[in-house]
T-cell receptor, first 113, second 110 residues
Framework: EAQVTQNPRYLITVTGKKLTVTCSQN?????MSWYRQDPGLGLRQIYY???????DKGDVPEGYKVSRKEKRNFPLILESPSPNQTSLYFC????????????FGPGTRLTVL | DAKTTQPTSMDCAEGRAANLPCNHS???????VYWYRQIHSQGPQYIIH???NNETNEMASLIITEDRKSSTLILPHATLRDTAVYYCIARMEYGNKLVFGAGTILRVKS
């Protein structure tokens, strides 16, 4: 089944404790992206990647890192999480030539205390 | 990407057609109209997109006015499972991101 998977789905952590949210897709998509969703602010893009080893900042990249060492994986790294990073996170992927048609993962609900 | 305007919420009776409007009066000639929906905190789901012509797929139909300043997403026979937030997005075909607005909350009622 074609899908985007995220792990973990739910995470409660404390300020400053490094964490990684994994994202994997099985559709051989070149393009991958991370979004966060907050009440009243909607979905906002954090980082995106056009292909392996190519990443770029979205609208809200502060406090986040990403890497794209393999085509299928695009982990989101929070080196020192803070409470303002409490949010619902989505990973998405698409073919490079069809970046408007993105497949989204199920989401990761992160709480930073 | 052009700004889009959608009603905050709409209700629809189960089994009837749901017509969701979107205004994009500043859309440029090479911007497409995309529709996504998000069912209660799940990941957004792509529905349909178009440039000028009307489009139809297994989920919905998209009607774009001749001047391209507005469009309507049509769910022909709405079910309770269609209750969701629907997003209309105007973007270049090879843009690098999707910009989601507030969307329309569609409530399908029995």
């Amino acid at each position: 089944e074609a899908q985007v998977t995220q792990n973990p789905r739910y995470l409660i952590t404390v300020t400053g404790k490094k964490l990684t949210v994994t994202c994997s897709q099985n559709m051989n998509h070149e393009y991958m992206s991370w979004y966060r969703q907050d009440p009243g602010l909607g979905l906002r893009q954090i980082y995106y990647s056009m292909n392996v080893e190519v990443t770029d900042k979205g609208d809200v990249p502060e406090g986040y890192k990403v890497s794209r060492k393999e085509k299928r994986n695009f982990p989101l790294i929070l080196e020192s999480p803070s409470p303002n990073q409490t949010s619902l996170y989505f990973c998405a992927s698409s073919l490079w030539e069809a970046r408007g048609t993105q497949y989204f993962g199920p989401g990761t609900r992160l709480t930073v205390l | 990407d052009a700004k889009t305007t959608q009603p905050t919420s709409m209700d629809c009776a189960e089994g009837r057609a749901a017509n969701l409007p979107c205004n994009h009066s500043t859309i440029s000639g090479n911007e497409y109209v995309y529709w996504y929906r998000q069912i209660h905190s799940q990941g957004p789901q792509y529905i349909i997109h178009g440039l000028k012509n009307n489009e139809t797929n297994e989920m919905a139909s998209l009607i774009i006015t001749e001047d391209r300043k507005s469009s309507t997403l049509i769910l022909p026979h709405a079910t309770l499972r269609d209750t969701a937030v629907y997003y209309c997005i105007a973007r270049m075909e090879y843009g690098n991101k999707l910009v989601f607005g507030a969307g329309t909350i569609l409530r399908v009622k029995s």
